[in-house]
Each structure stands twice: as structure tokens, then as C-alpha cells.
């Protein structure tokens, strides 16, 4: 099993990026499925999560200081996972990790079980 992290890169603030999560190996169906993020010295943080059944969104959330910006989404015929970011801030410099939960709504990195490579965001002012 294996997830493939893309499409980090340099924006200057108030810019938008898509990452994008590829999941080989098997289907996440029934999974949670998150982005973390890691910035220097910090602890790796919740982002967002979605989690689904059959062809319909069960569930999504979002850190309050992403709400309104990011979004969070999923393409099944793909098996990749999104987050469309927008209004980018610097403070949202971070290395994004995806990851996939067993538990229904998962937030802690400690409750997901696999993990992709990262990848980097930075957000110039």
C-alpha cells in the first residue's frame, strides 16, 4: 500500500495550490482520509479529512484556521486524494502529508496508519 504526495511547491501568498494524494495498492473505501501538515519545530497538525461510502461523502472536516480556504476532496475512479488550497497564507508553510484512518473521523496523526512522503508547501509574503 502505498500513497504518492504531489503538487507542492513555492506561491506567493494569497495563491492557490492543488495537492494531490495517489493510492496504489488498494482502494481507501471505508478509510478516512486526511492531510497533515509539518512546519520547522512544529508538531505535524490536523488539516482536514473526508471519509465516504458507496459513491456518496459521509464526512468532512477541517481545521478552523484552513475553513473557507481549503478544501478537501476525492476522485474514487482515480484513487487520489485532493486539497484544493486557496487564499494561501504564509503560515501555511508546511510539508502536507496524506494518510489513511480505520477510524470513522480520525484528527490524530497517532489514528492513521498509512502515510505518504510529504510534500512542500511554501507561502511567500
Known amino acids: 500500500v502505498q500513497l504518492q504526495a504531489s503538487g507542492g511547491g513555492l506561491v506567493q501568498a494569497g495563491g492557490s495550490l492543488r495537492l494531490s494524494c495517489a493510492a496504489s495498492g488498494r482502494t481507501f473505501s471505508g478509510y478516512t482520509m486526511g492531510w497533515f501538515r509539518q512546519a520547522p519545530g512544529k508538531e505535524r497538525e490536523f488539516v482536514a479529512a473526508?471519509?465516504?461510502?458507496?459513491?456518496?461523502?459521509?464526512?468532512?472536516d477541517y481545521t478552523d484556521s484552513v475553513k473557507g480556504r481549503f478544501t478537501i476532496s476525492r476522485d474514487s475512479a482515480k484513487n487520489t486524494l485532493y486539497l484544493q488550497m486557496g487564499s494561501l497564507k504564509p503560515e501555511d508553510t508546511a510539508v502536507y502529508y496524506c494518510?489513511?484512518?480505520?477510524?470513522?473521523?480520525?484528527?490524530?496523526?497517532?489514528?492513521?496508519?498509512?502515510w505518504g512522503q510529504g510534500t512542500q508547501v511554501t507561502v511567500s509574503s
Open positions: 473526508i471519509s465516504w461510502s458507496g459513491g456518496s461523502v459521509k464526512y468532512t
Open positions: 494518510a489513511a484512518s480505520v477510524y470513522p473521523r480520525g484528527k490524530a496523526p497517532s489514528e492513521y496508519d498509512y
